[in-house]
C-alpha cells in the first residue's frame, strides 16, 4: 500500500542503503548536494530517558559499541541498575557497562525499589568539558552536540577529568579523547541515535527542540522531568522521567 | 643611549623570535579553523560522513520483507531486527552479502530481556525460570524456550 | 589490535569509564618541576631584588637550578600526551577558556624572562671568558654575548637595572606558571578532591617549599663534592624560608581538609574513605608525618635556636629537613593527581589503587630519567657559567670596545 508515510520510509531506506555502498556523505552543515541537504539551524537536538521503562537489556549499550567501534572496557553508554532497600541501603552495578545485560545477583538486604538508568554524555548546553579542551578540539555543533575533533585532539585528557558524568575516556588505539555523539553521523541524516533505535521498550527517546511538534519537546514542557546533577549548572540536554534522588 | 648597544640588541633579537612564532603560527593553523567558533569547522562534516552500521529494521525489508511480516504484526515488533541479528553492515557490503546473520537460539539470549529481574517494570513480561518451566512443564536446556516461543510471534494462544 | 586491558579493582561502584586513570605519574610529576622552578626562582629574587645580602651566594646558582628544571618541565606533558606530535596545537590554537591553554603562553613568557635575567646576570663572565678563549669556545662565548663587548661600569649599571626589572615581572610570571596548575586544579567542580579556590595558593606555598628545599640539597652538596664552603648565614636565611614556606603550605592543606570535614557536604562521603583508606599511607603516613610534622619539629630547633648551633648541626638538620620536604610536595603532587582519580564521580566507588610499572611509557623509570635530567642540565650549565662565583674584571682590563 502505497502511502506518503512508506514513500518518505522508503527514501529514507534507500538512502540508508546508499551509504552503505559508500555513497558519499550529505554536503556542509549549511549546504547543499545529496538528495536532501541539512541545516543545522533547524535542529536543536533533545534525549528523554524514561527511566520507568528501561529493562536493563542492554541492547542499546551494544547498539552504540557496534555503531561506533566503541573499544572493550570503555563506555560511551551504559546502564547502571540501583537496588534501594530498608535503612538507607543502596546497592548500584554496572557488570560491563550493561553490554551484556545484568543477572539476578543476590544483594543482603530487602529491596524495596530497584531501577535501571542509562547513561551516556549529557550533551550539556554549559559545557564543563570544552570550556577546559586547550586547543579547541571539543566542541558544540550549532545543532547542540558536543563532539570531538580526533584529528585535533592532543590526548592531554583534561576534558574526562572535566566531565561530572564520567562519560568521556581516553580511546586506546586513537590516544584522543572519545565520548557519546549522539550518533552525529546517523542525525543529520534523520536516523535516530543507534540506542534510540535500539530500545525494545522506548526507554529512549530523541527529539528537536525546535520542531513545535516534536514529542519529547513536550513531554518536557509539560511534565515533571529532572537532570543529573542539576546543582553544577552543566544544563543537560539529556532529560530523565523518573529519576530517583540516589542517581548521581 | 651609551653604553645600552647590548640592551637594544638582546631586545631586537627578541622581537625578531616573536615575528618567527606569528608567522610559524599563522602557517600551522589548520585552515577552516574559526569559521563557526574555536574548532575546526571541517571536522563537522567529518563527523556527519562517518559510516552508518544499523540500517535499521526498513533496511532488511528489501530482502526479507515477507519474514518482516509476521514480526511487524506480533508482540516483538518493537524489537528491531538488528537487535537480535547484528548491524546490516555486518551483513551487506557494497550491495553483496558478506556474511550470515548471527541468529541466536540460546535460552540465556531471550533471558537477558525476559529473566524477572528488580528493576523491570511490573508490566513487563519476565520470569524466573525454574518457576517457569515447573508451571508449563519442560526441562531446563540451552534452547528450551524455543520449544514452545517462536522469536518472531513469541506470544502463546494468539 | 586493541591492547591487553589489564582491569584494575574497584571497590564499590564507580562509574564506567571512571577507573581508567588519564593523568599519570607523569602529571604527578610536572607541578614538582615547576614547583621548584618557582620556588628557585623566588630565592634568586630575595637577593637581586629585595637585597638580602645572606642569599648572595646561592643567587646565581638559584637562577641556574630554576634554569635546569625548567628545561625539562615540558619533558612529562610530551609524554603524556596522545599525540605530543601536536602538543604545538596548544600555543596555535588556544582555548582561552581552559586553564592547560596557558601554559603555552605562561611558560615561554617565564622561560623568555629567565634567559634574558640568566644573560645579564652572567653577561660579564661571558664576555671575560670569550676573551680567555681561542678557536670555538671563543665564538661560541662572543655569540652568546650577542657580540657585544662592553663592561664598563655603565654598562654593569644598565645590567642591573634590567636585572631588577626583569625579577620583578618574573616573580608574578613564575608564580603564574606554577600557580596555573593550582587552578587547573581547583576550578574543576567535576572533582571535590581537586576543586577549591585554595588550590592555586596551595600549589604555590608547596612549590616554593620544594625550590627552597631543593636548593639547600643541592647547595649542600655541591659545596661538599666542590670542597667550597657552606655559608652558615646563607643556611640559616634558608632554613627560615623553607620553615614559613612550610608551615603555610600544611597549614591550607589541612585547612580545606578541616573545612571538608565540618561541612560534610555530599563529596565527604566519597572523600573520607579516600583519606582513611586509599590514601592512608602516602597521605598520613608520609604527607603528615614524615614529610610535615617531622621537619617541622627540626627546623623549629634549627631556626629558634641557630645562634647556639654548631655549623655541622645546623647544616644537618637543614639537610635532612629538605630531603623530607622534597618527599612531603611529591608525596602531595601525588596524593592531589592521583588521589583525584582514585575516586569515581559516582562517590560511591573507588579505584584499589595506581601503580605505575618500572619500565612503562609513564612509570617509573621514565619519571626518575626526566628528574635526573634537571641535574645533568643543572650540571651542563654550571659547566658553561660559573654558578658560584662571579669573575672580576682583572686591573688593567679594558672594559669596553672590541673582543681582544
New interface residues.
Given amino acids: 500500500m502505497e502511502s506518503e508515510v512508506t514513500r518518505r520510509w522508503f527514501l529514507k531506506a534507500f538512502g540508508g542503503v546508499a551509504l552503505m555502498l559508500g555513497v558519499p556523505a550529505w554536503g556542509r552543515p549549511q549546504g547543499n548536494g545529496g538528495e536532501k541537504s541539512y541545516n543545522w539551524e533547524d535542529f536543536s537536538y533533545v534525549y528523554l530517558i524514561d527511566v520507568g521503562r528501561c529493562i536493563g537489556c542492554g541492547m542499546c549499550v551494544q547498539a552504540c559499541k557496534r555503531e561506533n567501534m566503541v573499544?572493550?572496557?570503555?563506555?560511551r553508554t551504559?546502564i547502571?541498575r540501583y537496588r534501594i532497600g530498608e535503612g538507607g541501603r543502596?546497592e548500584?552495578?554496572?557488570p560491563?557497562?550493561g553490554l551484556n545485560g545484568f543477572s539476578s545477583t543476590i544483594v543482603d538486604f530487602k529491596v524495596t525499589k530497584a531501577f535501571f538508568v542509562p547513561?551516556m554524555c549529557n550533551h550539556c548546553k554549559n559545557t564543563?568539558c570544552t570550556?577546559?579542551?586547550?586547543?579547541?578540539?571539543s566542541y558544540t555543533t550549532r545543532d547542540g552536540v558536543v563532539l570531538v575533533d580526533q584529528k585535533?585532539?592532543?590526548?592531554?585528557?583534561?576534558c574526562?577529568?572535566?566531565?561530572?558524568?564520567?562519560?568521556?575516556?581516553?580511546h586506546?588505539?586513537?590516544?584522543?579523547a572519545d565520548k557519546c555523539t549522539w550518533c552525529y553521523h546517523r542525525i543529520t541524516k534523520g536516523l535516530k541515535p543507534a540506542c534510540v533505535a535500539a530500545c525494545p521498550v522506548k526507554a529512549r527517546e530523541f527529539g528537536n527542540m525546535k520542531n513545535e511538534q516534536d514529542p519529547v519537546r513536550k513531554a518536557i514542557a509539560t511534565e515533571p522531568v529532572l537532570v543529573l546533577r542539576p546543582e553544577?549548572l552543566t544544563r543537560p540536554n539529556c532529560y530523565y522521567r523518573g529519576l530517583d534522588k540516589e542517581v548521581? | 643611549m651609551?653604553?645600552?648597544?647590548?640592551?637594544a640588541?638582546?631586545a631586537l633579537?627578541?622581537v625578531f623570535v616573536l615575528v618567527v612564532f606569528h608567522i610559524v603560527?599563522t602557517l600551522?593553523?589548520?585552515p577552516s579553523?574559526g569559521k563557526y567558533g574555536?574548532y575546526r569547522a571541517d571536522n563537522v562534516t567529518e563527523q556527519m560522513s562517518k559510516q552508518v552500521i544499523h540500517g535499521g529494521s526498513i533496511s532488511c525489508e528489501p530482502c526479507h520483507g515477507e519474514k518482516q511480516k509476521d514480526w511487524a504484526a506480533q508482540a516483538h515488533k518493537s524489537v528491531q531486527c538488528e537487535v537480535c541479528h547484528g548491524p546490516i553492515a555486518w551483513h551487506i557490503s557494497d550491495g553483496t552479502k558478506v556474511a550470515d546473520m548471527p541468529r541466536s537460539r540460546s535460552a540465556a539470549f531471550c533471558l537477558r530481556c525476559h529473566e524477572r529481574l528488580d528493576g523491570r517494570p511490573v508490566g513487563f513480561p519476565q520470569i524466573i525460570p525454574d518457576e517457569h518451566l515447573r508451571k508449563v512443564g519442560g526441562e531446563m536446556g540451552p534452547e528450551v524456550c524455543l520449544s514452545c516461543h517462536d522469536p518472531h510471534a513469541p506470544a502463546l494462544g494468539g | 589490535?586493541?591492547?591487553e586491558?589489564r582491569?584494575p579493582q574497584v571497590i564499590g561502584?564507580a562509574?564506567?569509564?571512571?577507573v581508567?586513570i588519564?593523568?599519570s605519574l607523569m602529571i604527578v610529576l610536572y607541578p614538582y618541576l615547576t614547583g621548584i622552578v618557582a620556588g628557585a626562582f623566588v630565592i634568586s629574587a630575595l637577593y637581586h631584588l629585595f637585597g638580602r645580602r645572606e642569599l648572595k651566594p646561592i643567587s646565581r646558582f638559584s637562577l641556574a637550578t630554576s634554569f635546569g628544571f625548567m628545561v625539562v618541565a615540558t619533558l612529562p606533558l610530551l609524554n603524556?600526551?596522545?599525540?605530543?606530535e601536536?602538543?604545538?596545537?596548544?600555543?596555535?590554537?588556544?582555548?582561552f577558556?581552559?586553564?592547560?591553554?596557558g601554559?603555552g603562553i605562561l611558560y615561554n613568557t617565564y622561560l623568555?624572562i629567565l634567559l634574558?635575567e640568566i644573560?645579564f646576570v652572567w653577561?660579564k663572565d661571558i664576555i671575560l671568558i670569550a676573551r680567555r678563549s681561542r678557536g670555538l669556545k671563543r665564538k661560541i662565548y662572543a655569540a652568546l654575548?650577542?657580540?657585544?663587548y662592553?663592561i664598563?661600569e655603565?654598562?654593569l649599571?644598565?645590567d642591573h637595572w634590567?636585572i631588577r626589572v626583569l625579577t620583578a615581572i618574573g616573580i608574578p610570571a613564575a608564580c603564574m606558571l606554577h600557580g596555573y596548575v593550582g587552578f587547573?586544579f581547583g576550578a574543576?567542580?567535576?572533582?571535590p578532591w581537586w576543586s577549591t579556590p585554595l588550590m592555586p595558593i596551595i600549589f604555590l606555598a608547596s612549590g616554593m617549599t620544594s625550590g627552597v628545599a631543593m636548593l639547600i640539597v643541592l647547595y649542600q652538596t655541591a659545596m661538599k663534592l666542590g670542597g667550597g664552603r657552606i655559608d652558615s648565614e646563607t643556611i640559616a636565611s634558608l632554613n627560615r624560608w623553607l620553615w614559613l614556606f612550610m608551615i603555610v603550605t600544611v597549614s591550607l592543606e589541612l585547612l580545606e581538609i578541616m573545612t571538608l570535614a565540618y561541612e560534610q557536604s555530599e563529596a565527604w562521603e566519597a572523600i573520607h574513605p579516600l583519606l582513611t583508606t586509599r590514601l592512608a599511607f602516602s597521605f598520613i603516613s608520609v604527607q603528615l608525618i614524615l614529610g610535615s610534622l617531622i621537619p617541622f619539629i627540626l627546623l623549629m630547633i634549627s631556626v629558634t635556636m641557630n645562634r647556639y648551633l654548631h655549623d655541622k648541626v645546623r647544616n644537618t638538620l637543614s639537610f635532612v629537613s629538605a630531603l623530607l620536604l622534597l618527599i612531603q610536595v611529591f608525596a602531595m603532587r601525588w596524593n592531589v593527581v592521583i588521589g583525584?582519580?582514585l575516586l569515581?564521580?559516582?562517590?560511591?566507588g573507588f579505584r584499589e589503587t595506581y601503580a605505575p610499572q618500572l619500565f612503562e611509557k609513564e612509570g617509573i623509570l621514565a619519571a626518575v630519567a626526566i628528574f635526573c635530567l634537571a641535574f645533568v642540565a643543572l650540571f651542563v650549565f654550571a659547566r658553561v657559567l660559573p654558578v658560584f662565583r662571579s669573575l672580576e674584571v682583572p686591573k688593567g682590563e679594558e672594559a669596553?670596545g672590541e673582543l681582544r
Fill in positions: 573499544p572493550d572496557g570503555f563506555f551504559w547502571e543502596v548500584v552495578d554496572s560491563n557497562g547513561k564543563p570550556q577546559v579542551c586547550p586547543v579547541g578540539a585535533h585532539c592532543i590526548g592531554c585528557g583534561y574526562v577529568q572535566a566531565c561530572p558524568y564520567g562519560s568521556r575516556y581516553l586506546p588505539v586513537t590516544h584522543v553544577l548521581r | 651609551e653604553h645600552s648597544k647590548h640592551v640588541r638582546m633579537l627578541v603560527r600551522f593553523t589548520p579553523f574555536h | 589490535m586493541i591492547p586491558l582491569l561502584f562509574f564506567p569509564n571512571d581508567h588519564a593523568w603524556h600526551l596522545g599525540h605530543p601536536r602538543a604545538f596545537n596548544i600555543i596555535f590554537t588556544p582555548n577558556s581552559s586553564a592547560m591553554a601554559f623568555l634574558l644573560w653577561r654575548a650577542l657580540w657585544t662592553d664598563s655603565e654598562a649599571e644598565k634590567a587547573l574543576l567542580k567535576a572533582n583525584g582519580q569515581s564521580k559516582s562517590f560511591r669596553e
